[in-house]
């Protein structure tokens, strides 16, 4: 019943900004924790970006000082803001969320993915 969308993604020159949005909707309980997750051809998925319930946050190492993660005030969206891109920060990035539906166990939501291409 839970449903992620993201948007935002496009192309942007190296040193641009973007912002990519993700809402969650649906029968929602709680949501524990929400992220981006990005995938470059021929590389694993990695952590961008993830902020929990309560506010705290976890940058992966290549993008900390350069995109904010934060929750809108509905608590059911989150957005990344990406400054100072870099070509290596080319790929499609997925919005992750551990939430639970019903009184029950969390599980682990994905949405589509969005395409960012950064150009030098």
């Known amino acids: 019943q839970v449903q992620l969308v993201e948007s935002g993604g496009g192309l942007v020159q190296a040193g641009g900004s973007l912002r990519l949005s993700c809402a969650a909707s649906?029968?929602?309980?709680?949501?524990?924790?929400m992220g981006w997750y990005h995938q470059a051809p021929g590389k694993q998925r990695e952590l961008v970006a993830a902020?929990?319930?309560?506010?705290?946050?976890n940058y992966g190492d290549a993008v900390k000082g350069r995109f904010t993660i934060s929750r809108g005030n509905a608590k059911n969206t989150v957005y990344l803001q990406m400054n100072s891109l870099k070509p290596e920060d080319t790929a499609v990035y997925y919005c992750?969320?551990?939430?639970?539906?019903?009184?029950?166990?969390?599980?682990?939501?994905w949405g589509q993915g969005t395409q960012v291409t950064v150009s030098s």
């Open positions: 992750y969320g551990l939430i639970r539906s019903t009184f029950g166990p969390p599980r682990e939501y």
């Open positions: 649906g029968i929602i309980f709680s949501i524990n924790t």
């Open positions: 902020i929990t319930d309560g506010g705290n946050t």
